[in-house]
């Protein structure tokens, strides 16, 4: 499975944002999973944009443990 990253173009238009910092305070305002390069751009993976292939974790059912 190989992961595949937005380019530039995409997160400009994504984040409407051509800056770093503008790009960056997007992508932390509406949540969406994110790392820095090297170089100080934010690089965003389609999986995180799409959301194809998450899943949400099932929460665990509270039980009693009190003897009856």
Request: charged share 20%.
């Amino acid at each position: 499975m190989t992961i595949q990253f937005l380019s530039h173009e995409e997160v400009c238009e994504l984040t409407g944002a051509r800056t770093k910092a503008g790009q960056i305070l997007n992508l932390k305002k509406n949540g969406v999973r994110h790392t820095i390069k090297v170089n100080g751009w934010p690089s965003v993976t389609a999986m995180a944009v799409t959301a194809v292939g998450t899943f949400e974790a099932e929460k665990p059912i509270w039980k009693s443990r009190k003897a009856s």
